[in-house]
């Protein structure tokens, strides 16, 4: 496919407008950490077209925010996914990006302007596009330091005057008792996750992905948690066909982090996804992520189950982010379907 010339222009990878210095992505920060590596980019690649089929209810929200630009804005979406938001407003230019190249591979079948790039490193001119988008992107980053870098980068890709609207999966979530369904990690995560190894589930000993049960009984007796039927809350688009019993675990305080007047519960977690076996590789992908321990066969199911890594965002830690950025300004901040939303402007 030959990109445009909008593309071409966008993709003067960092190049400097008027004066302006781009931050470089220092190394701490540009480096995966395994963490992602294992439970979000590879997890993506193995689901893409089972997790495409299940995203093409447009969020009403997102949509508004699409269609208050003016004709001819040029539009960033950072974490395309499937490139569902790509051409949302016919009168707007988009170009997409997504770390996963099934997603982009997607995403070209349907003719989008589109490329694999990192969003705490975005492969666009600086003050480029009108406004940019990172829609249930953020959370799937595993340091504050990387989350604070993405914001930094939708703010630097946009011009002066433009605007970016990010949302994330809240902690707390309109249906409180969902995070008694999904795998608690121990402790927030940090940079010294970048290295290899498998985190380690709360209150529970280390386990490969093959041994955590679907549901631990035993792990906090006095919680009273049980299995229970959960569909995806959080993803802006209401319920899809990836409903799944995700692993009962205990909930835990995270000492350190508390971001409003009250403590806050676990924020890192596992979130399965139960790949239909008639939609997995049974030679390739799914098979080589059982045989490594990243994901586990499901028999009563008639599923592969991969195990995606999510940081929850609390009450004000998006606001607390931005927080530093001098050239960001917040124009609304607010709750919608157990996501918390962010529209900043570029000053």
């Known amino acids: 496919m030959v990109a445009s010339t909008t593309m071409m222009e966008a993709s003067k990878y960092h190049e400097s407008d008027s004066g302006n210095i781009d931050t470089p992505c220092s190394a701490n920060v540009c480096a995966t950490p395994d963490i992602e590596k294992k439970y979000v980019h590879h997890v993506y690649n193995a689901i893409a077209p089972h997790f495409s089929s299940t995203r093409f209810a447009k969020w009403p929200k997102v949509a508004s925010f699409l269609n208050s630009l003016s004709p001819g804005s040029v539009i960033l979406d950072a974490g ?106 121990s402790g927030k995560y940090n940079e010294g996750w970048v290295s290899d190894g498998i985190p380690q589930v709360r209150n529970c ?90 994901a586990k066969k499901d028999d009563k199911k008639g599923a592969v189950v991969y195990n995606r890594y999510y940081h929850v965002f609390a009450e004000g830690e998006l606001q607390r982010l931005v927080t530093g950025i001098e050239n960001a300004a917040t124009v609304e901040q607010f709750y919608d379907k157990s996501n918390w939303c962010i529209i900043l402007q570029k000053r």
Request: charged content about 20%; proline content about 4%; overall charge negative.
């Open 80 to 185: 395309c996914g499937n490139g569902k938001y790509l051409g949302f407003n016919p009168n707007c230019f988009y170009i997409g990006c997504d770390i996963s190249p099934s997603l982009i591979d997607i995403c070209a079948k349907k003719d989008h302007e589109v490329l694999v790039a990192d969003a705490v490193n975005l492969p666009y001119k600086t003050n480029f596009g009108d406004a940019a988008i990172s829609i249930a992107v953020l959370h799937h980053l595993s340091t504050e330091s990387r989350r604070r870098k993405a914001i930094e980068e939708l703010i630097r890709v946009v011009r002066k005057g433009g605007t970016v609207l990010i949302t994330v999966w809240a902690v707390e979530q309109e249906d409180s008792s969902l995070l008694s369904k999904w795998t608690p990690l």
């Open 205 to 294: 000993e280390a386990l490969m992905l093959e041994q955590i049960p679907e549901a631990n009984e035993d792990c906090c007796s006095t919680t009273g948690i049980s299995k229970h039927r959960y569909t995806h809350p959080a993803d802006g688009e209401g319920g899809s066909e990836d409903n799944v019993i995700a692993a009962s675990f205990c909930n835990g305080i995270q000492e350190d982090a508390i971001y409003s007047t009250k403590a806050v519960t676990n924020q890192e977690y596992f979130v399965p996804w139960h790949l239909p076996y008639h939609r997995a590789e049974v030679n390739g992908t799914s098979t080589t992520a059982i045989a490594n321990g990243l």
